[in-house]
T-cell receptor, first 111, second 113 residues
Framework: DAGVTQSPTHLIKTRGQQVTLRCSPKSGHDTVSWYQQALGQGPQFIFQYYEEEERQRGNFPDRFSGHQFPNYSSELNVNALLLGDSALYLC??????????FGPGTRLTVL | GQQLNQSPQSMFIQEGEDVSMNCTSSSIFNTWLWYKQDPGEGPVLLIALYKAGELTSNGRLTAQFGITRKDSFLNISASIPSDVGIYFCAGQLGGGGADGLTFGKGTHLIIQP
C-alpha cells in the first residue's frame, strides 16, 4: 500500500514564474491538506481540500491556489513566485477528520 | 502565520538520558499532536492527545495534554541514536472545517555517543 506521494521531488524556478506541485493521497483517503515548511521552521497550513472543494484556508495570499480531482489527488499552484516562497511543500492525506499522513515533500527553490 | 511556542529549540544529550520538551499556545486546542521529522521526509505522527489532562504513552515516549488545553509536553526515556531528529508539536481545533494543524518551530534532538 503506497503512502502519500508527491512530485516533483525538487524544483527550481525564478521570480515571477508559476509552479504546480502534485500530491497523490494514501489509498482510501479523501482529504488532502497542503503545508509550507520554510527552512528551520515548522510546517504552516495553506489549505485543505475535501470532496473537490477548498474547505479551510490558512493565512496565505490568493497567489496560492489548489485543486482536488475526483480520484482525490491534488495540485498546489503558486503564481508570481517570490524569493520567500522557497520552502518544502508538504502534502498530508487523511480520511475526513482522521489521522494525517504526510508525504516526503517537494523542495521548491525560487531564484 | 501563527506558530506554537516550542522549547527547547535544540538539545544535546548523551545516549541513555531522558528528554523533555514542551509546547505552549495562546489559544485553546481540542487535540494536541507530536510528530518527528527525519531529513528528507515528512513528519510522522508519534502521539495524539484528545482530552485535557490526558497522559498517553507510546513505547519510550510519553505525552500529556495540558489541563488548560493551551500546552503539552513530550518525554522520551532512555534515548537511543535513532531518536535523533526534529520533534514538532501541533495543535488542532478539529471539527468540520477546522482541521488544519498549527505547528511549533520544532525541537532539534542531537544525541552524543
Amino acid at each position: 500500500d503506497a503512502g502519500v506521494t508527491q512530485s516533483p521531488t525538487h524544483l527550481i524556478k525564478t521570480r515571477g514564474q508559476q509552479v504546480t506541485l502534485r500530491c497523490s493521497p494514501k489509498s482510501g483517503h479523501d482529504t488532502v491538506s497542503w503545508y509550507q515548511q520554510a527552512l528551520g521552521q515548522g510546517p504552516q497550513f495553506i489549505f485543505q481540500y475535501y470532496e473537490e472543494e477548498e474547505r479551510q484556508r490558512g493565512n496565505f495570499p490568493d497567489r496560492f491556489s489548489g485543486h482536488q480531482f475526483p480520484n482525490y489527488s491534488s495540485e498546489l499552484n503558486v503564481n508570481a513566485l517570490l524569493l520567500g516562497d522557497s520552502a518544502l511543500y508538504l502534502c498530508a492525506s487523511s480520511l475526513e477528520g482522521g489521522r494525517k499522513f504526510f508525504g516526503p515533500g517537494t523542495r521548491l527553490t525560487v531564484l | 502565520g501563527q506558530q506554537l511556542n516550542q522549547s527547547p529549540q535544540s538539545m544535546f544529550i548523551q545516549e541513555g538520558e531522558d528528554v523533555s520538551m514542551n509546547c505552549t499556545s495562546s489559544s485553546i486546542f481540542n487535540t494536541w499532536l507530536w510528530y518527528k521529522q527525519d531529513p528528507g521526509e515528512g513528519p510522522v505522527l508519534l502521539i495524539a492527545l484528545y482530552k485535557a489532562g490526558e497522559l498517553t504513552s507510546n513505547g519510550r515516549l510519553t505525552a500529556q495534554f495540558g489541563i488548560t488545553r493551551k500546552d503539552s509536553f513530550l518525554n522520551i526515556s532512555a534515548s537511543i541514536p535513532s531518536d535523533v531528529g526534529i520533534y514538532f508539536c501541533a495543535g488542532q481545533l478539529g471539527g468540520g472545517g477546522a482541521d488544519g494543524l498549527t505547528f511549533g518551530k520544532g525541537t532539534h534532538l542531537i544525541i552524543q555517543p
